[in-house]
């Protein structure tokens, strides 16, 4: 069974429609990689798999469960919303002034005390110490966002995430605002998990990473799947004129 199950998400702003009839399912373990244009949906689709967005049309199922459908009123309900999003771990680089081992744990402890989880607060610390231990900055707990490059902060946003233990990790762009030099690092943590077989989706614009790392690509254009499978194979050997053509623009650059 699939870990994720998406069928017929579509998506308006006003008159224009976003998102056409969306479908995809992700195996566990897998790393899917979403690639097109920007204005392709790409970063919508994934808003709307947060319920940063709510979809106007189509189902969002995790482990057989269904969270979302837009024809059943009861799987609206703004009061599970933030329940919900626990299956996906957002990476978004977004930081108040606490040190980096602070930021890691402090959904966990806010959510041991308000929902009661049993979670000792020396336990939820040395989760927090393992991840940014694996994060490769076992030297900068204690240090402040702006103590941080930033790469390293973008890894203390995935050390976060991961904190609260999603099926899914998502990033949006996760080398977009950082300089070249600080790219790699960046990449290198996520190959790392991508080979731990951490099941991901992923939105990038770094087309060499999507086709080494990603075991399965879907390319976006004009909110629509023009092409999906393989990684390898549709990176490297596109069916649609439309991906061809995208590619190509990659190339060139």
Do not use: W
């Not at 009861?74 to 919303?81: F, N």
């Not at 402040?144 to 902060?153: A, E, F, K, R, V």
């Not at 990033?171 to 960046?186: I, K, N, R, Y």
């Amino acid at each position: 069974m699939a870990i994720l199950d998406v069928q017929h998400i579509e998506k308006h702003f006003g008159d224009t429609s976003v998102l056409k009839d969306i479908s995809f399912s992700l195996e566990e373990g897998q790393a899917l990689s979403i690639i097109g244009s920007s204005g392709s949906g790409k970063t919508t689709l994934l808003r709307c798999l947060n319920f940063l967005e709510t979809p106007d049309q189509g189902v969002i199922s995790v482990r057989g469960k269904t969270l979302f459908d837009a024809a059943d009123p009861d799987t609206r309900r703004e009061a599970d919303i933030r329940k919900k999003r626990l299956h996906f771990g957002l990476v978004f680089q977004s930081f108040n002034q606490y040190t980096a081992l602070e930021n890691v744990t402090l959904a966990r402890k806010l959510m041991a005390k308000t929902e009661k989880t049993g979670e000792s607060e020396d336990a939820i610390l040395a989760d927090g110490r393992a991840l940014l231990e694996k994060m490769g900055l076992a030297d900068r707990m204690e240090n402040y966002p702006h103590q941080l490059s930033g790469g390293q902060q973008q890894r203390v946003a995935i050390a976060r995430a991961l904190a609260m233990k999603p099926d899914i990790l998502c990033f949006d762009e996760p080398t977009s605002a950082l300089d070249p030099e600080l790219t790699g690092e960046v990449l290198k943590v996520i190959r790392g998990l991508a080979q731990q077989h951490t099941t991901m989706i992923i939105v990038t614009h770094e087309m060499a990473f999507a086709r080494d790392v990603a075991d399965q690509v879907i390319f976006m254009d004009g909110g629509v799947i023009v092409e999906q499978g393989p990684a390898r194979e549709v990176i490297d050997n596109p069916k649609q004129e439309r991906t061809r053509h995208f590619l190509a623009r990659y190339a060139e650059q």
